[in-house]
């Protein structure tokens, strides 16, 4: 079998079966050096905007507008999101399932992710299939050793996308699940995750729950719980409205016949698991999650490298959100167009343009305090003495929205922690703060570093 | 079944007029406890002048007037001096209030007028006090008078009969107009001692305390 090539750039098929498809959703792919500019002037336009008025308006729309979200979130929530919707099918024939693990110099993890792979308990057959993608550490050979996997050597490294589209092609499975090679899935992932195929032919792919493996410091710690929200309540909630705009890329089940439509993975796209759910959702496919299925995948341990995932993410996210501006505020698409991706994708946008007024606006504090003692040897040193004054107590006025959001911030803390089964613990508290008062932060910034990094067209290195 | 984007836009907005509504209170419990305070301010500015008028229609000796004037004097600088931080710091936090304009009115216009009569007491009570004018800018932005004001608490409390009376040199109010103008203000910061001696710029707490003991206030 060969899958049809797409093309990154024109978002083009091959084959008549693909083109039809676009034409039916009537794709026009954008020029991105336009909408780069045009993305560049709104930011300009909003900032210059920004500026005249006071902090508290822009506090003011800024929390009504999470406020609403969330708000949305809850009503979705209780209107049946967080009932476990597992399929009552009694299934007769479980398809066959190809696992497809690509795998770079990951000595260190591939080992104990074939091997969970191997405890699967599936009432049907699979198949285990590495990809080496020109590994140069040695695991290609120490993997051939092993028995029960099939492994696939490319001698030329072209990342992940291409590895796992070379495996897509052999792949006998009716359905295809994608995991990387630092993901461990639980025994009963394919069990429970399968059903969802047999439930509706459209179902083009099945999320699971992803959850990090035990921390060992602090930064992991928060992510931790951050994939608890994120995976946990958000995904929940976004998929009870059919509108995840994510296959996360850890692990997920695909059915074969989805990519003999639409065509593999995206192998210029950072995110080629963001990409992939757009165009199932732009050409009609679902995306159903199982949360039952619990999936434990390595995580970064330090800044640096927490920061360059995220960069990587949130240029994917960038990058796939240009290339399917179509879908933003469509009402084509439903809640999939007019909610999940302005408030998803494109909320990036505003944290990166509220992350840029607020760095404008401390710095501007900041050097109203020191500029009067630049210069002035005699008056410095009394200076020096004095720090800014601060009253704990005089707590502005517009900081009660912020409480509201936080309120209901900690509801859906709660409920994740109860969809994923954790005992809140002592050891949560620090990273729980750490992730209310540092991670917007670092967020924020990390998507303004995208901006930059997309909109100046740097190349990006792996 | 509603629509739960509706639902959740009804409810947000819902969550958001009840916040109002609180916020609203909030800032008009700070204005009302502003209010009072100011009031009572313009209260003893008022017995002030009952005082000044005896004097001049009735009174046979000036001097028995002293230890009256003296104490309402007290009770105002008390107060006075916390409501200059506090309406500044109110006014900033403050998002639905609009009283702002009209207290502060009152309050500089009180604030005038015992700069002014710290003279008045000087010459008729022989009133132990080194006044000193603090112009600050208040319609642009004026790092320097920041830093000055945060030196001139200091230098306060070295000089124990010295008084700090901050205006804004760019002030709307007449009174506090005039002020600046017999000192021909233009610039801030910029301190007066003594209704004499103008310093012009961001001064050091070293140079004030000189200027202020060549003006004769005691300093440690």
Redesign the interface.
């Known amino acids: 079998m060969q899958l049809k090539h797409y093309d990154a750039d024109s978002g083009q098929l091959e084959g008549a079966i693909a083109k039809k498809g676009f034409e039916r959703s009537g794709v026009s792919i954008p020029a991105r050096k336009g909408m780069a500019i045009a993305g560049l002037v709104i930011l300009a336009v909003a900032v210059m905007a920004a500026l005249l008025v006071s902090y508290?308006t822009i506090f003011?729309i800024y929390s009504?507008y999470t406020?609403?979200i969330f708000?949305?979130y809850?009503?979705?929530w209780t209107?049946g999101a967080w009932e476990e919707k597992e399929p009552k099918i009694e299934m007769k024939v479980w398809p066959h399932v190809t696992l497809i693990i690509p795998s770079f110099n990951s000595g260190h993890t591939i080992f104990k992710c074939v091997e969970s792979c191997k405890k699967l308990e599936y009432s049907g057959t699979y198949d285990i299939m590495v990809i080496d993608d020109g590994s140069t550490d040695g695991s290609f050979e120490k993997l051939q050793g092993l028995e029960g996997i099939a492994v696939i050597r490319k001698e030329k490294n072209e990342g992940k996308s291409a590895a796992l589209n070379s495996g897509i092609v052999r792949a006998k499975g009716e359905i295809v699940a994608c995991i990387d090679s630092d993901t461990y899935p639980t025994p009963k992932t394919l069990e429970k995750a399968v059903k969802y195929f047999a439930e509706d032919p459209k179902v083009g792919a099945s999320v699971l729950f992803i959850n990090t493996t035990h921390p060992n410091n602090f930064i992991q710690a928060v992510q931790e719980i951050e994939y608890w929200i994120s995976f946990g309540f958000f995904f929940k909630t976004v998929a009870s409205?059919d509108g995840l705009y994510v296959t996360p890329g850890p692990m997920a089940l695909y059915r074969k016949k989805m990519f003999e439509e639409l065509g593999g993975f995206d192998e210029k796209n950072l995110t080629e698991d963001m990409e992939i759910a757009l165009r199932m959702q732009r050409h009609g496919w679902k995306i159903r999650t199982c949360h039952s299925a619990v999936v434990h995948t390595e995580v970064p341990s330090t800044i640096p490298s927490l920061y360059r995932q995220r960069l990587r993410w949130f240029r994917g996210g960038i990058m796939n959100m240009l290339k399917y501006i179509d879908m933003l505020l469509n009402p084509k698409y439903g809640?999939f167009g007019?909610?999940v991706l302005p408030t998803t994708l494109g909320a990036g946008f505003f944290a990166a343009l509220f992350m840029l007024w607020s760095i404008f606006n401390y710095g501007r504090a900041l050097?109203?305090?020191v500029?009067?003692?630049i210069g002035?040897p005699?008056?410095a040193a009394?200076?020096l003495m004095?720090a800014p004054?601060i009253?704990p107590f005089?707590?502005?006025?517009?900081m009660?929205?912020g409480f509201?959001s936080l309120v209901m911030w900690g509801y859906f803390v709660y409920k994740s922690f109860h969809i994923s089964h954790a005992k809140m613990e002592k050891r949560h508290i620090l990273p729980l703060l750490g992730m209310l008062y540092l991670y917007p932060i670092f967020t924020g910034l990390t998507f303004l570093s995208a901006y930059v990094h997309e909109f100046s067209a740097r190349k990006y290195k792996w | 079944m509603i629509n739960p984007f509706l639902k959740a836009g009804l409810l947000t907005m819902l969550v958001v007029v009840l916040a109002l509504m609180l916020m609203s209170q909030i800032d008009s419990a700070r204005t009302s406890e502003l209010r009072k305070n100011i009031d009572s301010v313009v209260a003893e500015n008022q017995a002030n002048y009952v005082l000044m008028h005896y004097k001049q229609v009735m009174a046979e000796k000036p001097s028995e007037l002293c230890p009256y004037l003296a104490s309402l004097r007290q009770k105002q600088l008390d107060k006075t001096y916390s409501l200059a931080t506090k309406i500044q710091d109110y006014e900033r936090s403050n998002v639905l209030d609009t009283e702002y304009n009209t207290l502060k009115s009152s309050y500089f216009i009180a604030l005038s007028d015992m700069y002014i009569s710290a003279f008045e007491n000087k010459k008729t009570c022989g009133l132990d006090e080194t006044p000193m004018a603090f112009f600050y800018a208040e319609n642009s932005n004026c790092p320097d008078c920041r830093a000055q004001d945060a030196l001139m608490v200091k230098i306060a409390a070295r000089c124990p009969k010295t008084r700090i009376y901050a205006f804004p040199f760019d002030s709307k109010f007449e009174p506090v107009q005039v002020i600046a103008n017999r000192y021909g203000i233009s610039s801030a910061p910029a301190i007066v001692i003594n209704d004499k001696k103008t310093l012009t710029g961001l001064q050091g707490e070293e140079s004030v305390v000189a200027t202020l003991k060549e003006a004769g206030a005691a300093c440690t």
């Open positions: 508290q003011l009504i406020i609403f708000m949305a809850l009503v979705l209107d409205i809640n007019l909610f050097m109203n305090y500029s009067p003692w002035k005699d008056v009394d200076a004095l004054k009253d005089l707590l502005d006025s517009a009660l929205f509201i």
